[in-house]
């Protein structure tokens, strides 16, 4: 198997806003129980805890260069000619533990074609949380639905189940649960929820393959899961996405929706024709082979990430003012696919989180802030202010959804206060997890040289 590494500096560029300060002669001192370092603070010229790169991400297997070489040059490459997309189905299906699934061209489609299938229809609402990449909103307004916000939990990072009845109205139709970052949403609690106001539960499960609630798996726990293979993605090719369900009915609508609206399945036999509106959301045989092949490390991945995760949860949550994330109730593992954990700047003499990421940075630990809070970012007002919107729902009904955006406190607090480091880097060693929490750890005692 082949690996290739980034340097630091571009992963850094790539990923994060710090600085590397320039090498000057090192104060040695001690940090945490894994190594010496300086405490000297590479942002201010220090020498940092980690000089060398993290692993690149996607790992490529040459293993995967025939079978692509082969498809290829078959010039097979739509799936209805080849057999490639439908035994990559077959194996997901079996992956997450549902009866089908159906690959798409992205986590977007895959989105967009279980909230079709399922009926969020023009001028209905669906409850999601705001706390997620900006595709979970945009897939509502695709349908003319408005996307209602449920405040986030912020100990969990995912949708807070008490905050979701609030915000239901005659209109609602779909539940539409996040399992962000990979950490699984309270799913027992949505799905009662769901049930008692008869509402529909499409999980974007596009950051959680093998993400495990009550030992199910996520994309097994609503009525449609919904998944991303992106590049940047556990299981990835660099676009793709898929479906899971049980419903044969169900995943036959999905089918005949992302190929054109062609009957699929028992429909096949009902109807003639373009029976259903639909549209090309297919994926590739080529995408399909390079899953297959990616498929075959994504357990040993997964394990290798838990592994790491908790040893730093273990570690950082002694840091005064870093608070891990916490699991959801019922949820029994969390696919990692960023680590998240609350920076508390009150604990830090004030110091604000974007010195400290810049700092983390610095120290060669590449880091994020994560989600702002995107519904201030003007696409709200943008989709509002169309001629659907006004048209679909009241004026008074907007009115109050704005009003409503103001009111996501913890939402607003967690996107001030998150802080993610990637999931290639939980794909490392024990010793590079120490080179994490000891970079933590020294901008700790040494916050004041930041002031
Ligand atoms: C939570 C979430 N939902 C939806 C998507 C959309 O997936 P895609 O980029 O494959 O369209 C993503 C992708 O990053 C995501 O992270």
């Known amino acids: 198997m082949k690996t290739n590494n980034v340097s630091r500096r571009q992963f850094i560029a790539a990923t994060s806003a710090g600085a590397i300060g320039a090498m000057i002669t090192p104060k040695i001192s001690t940090f945490g129980k894994a190594k010496r370092v300086t405490d000297n603070l590479a942002l201010l010229g220090g ?23 082969s498809v290829l040059r078959s010039g097979k490459w739509y799936r209805e000619w080849g057999t ?7 194996k997901y299906a079996e992956v997450i533990g549902t009866k089908r699934a159906l ?3 992205s986590g977007t489609t895959a989105l967009e074609t279980a909230l079709h299938v399922l009926g969020v229809d023009a001028g209905d609402e669906v409850i999601v949380s705001p706390y997620t990449f900006i595709a979970t909103y945009n897939v509502v307004f695709n349908q003319k639905a408005l996307p209602v916000f449920a405040d986030t939990d912020q100990e969990t990072f995912t949708i807070n189940p008490h905050k979701i009845e609030e915000r239901i ?9 996040v399992h962000i970052l ?3 949403c309270d799913m027992n609690r949505i799905n009662a929820i769901a049930k008692k106001h008869n509402l529909v539960v499409i999980e974007d499960a596009c950051q959680a393959w093998l993400a495990e609630y009550d030992g199910k798996k996520c994309g097994n726990l609503g009525d449609l899961g919904c998944f991303s293979f992106q590049n940047s993605k556990h299981l990835p090719s660099g676009e793709g996405g898929a479906v899971t369900g049980n419903n044969d009915d169900i995943m036959d609508l999905c089918h005949s929706y992302h190929n054109c609206g062609r009957p699929y399945g028992k429909t096949r036999n009902e109807y003639r024709g373009y029976p259903f509106r639909g549209g090309n959301k297919r994926m590739m045989e080529i995408q399909a082979v390079i899953l297959m092949n990616q498929m075959e490390r994504i357990y040993a991945d997964a394990d290798k990430r838990l592994e790491n995760a908790l040893y730093l949860d273990s570690k950082l949550k002694e840091i005064p003012g870093i608070i891990p994330y916490k699991l959801s109730d019922g949820a029994t593992r969390s696919a990692y696919h960023l680590y998240p954990f609350r920076y508390k700047k009150e604990h830090f003499d004030g110091l604000p989180r974007e010195k400290f990421l810049q700092a983390l940075s610095a120290e060669g630990i590449p880091c994020s802030g994560g989600y702002g809070p995107q519904y201030n970012d003007g696409l709200m007002e943008e989709a509002l202010n169309s001629q659907g919107y006004k048209r679909l729902f009241s004026a008074q009904r907007l009115d109050a959804y704005r009003e409503e955006l103001k009111n ?18 939980l794909l490392a060693e024990k010793k590079d997890m120490d080179d994490i929490i000891n970079a933590v750890q020294k901008i700790y005692e040494n916050r004041k040289q930041l002031m």
Do not use: C, H, S
């Not at 490639?84 to 077959?90: I, Y």
């Not at 109205?169 to 649960?177: F, H, V, Y």
């Not at 996501?408 to 290639?424: C, G, I």
């Open 47 to 69: 020498d940092p805890v980690r000089k060398t790169d993290w692993m690149a991400w996607p790992i490529w297997d040459t293993d995967a260069e025939d079978p692509v070489l």
């Open 84 to 90: 490639q997309v439908a035994e990559f189905e077959k």
């Open 103 to 105: 690959a798409t061209a």
């Open 169 to 177: 109205t005659e209109r609602t139709k779909a539940i539409l649960p």
């Open 182 to 184: 990979g950490l699984p």
């Open 408 to 425: 996501l406190p913890d939402n607003d607090q967690l996107t001030k206060e998150a802080v993610w480091f990637f999931q290639n880097m």
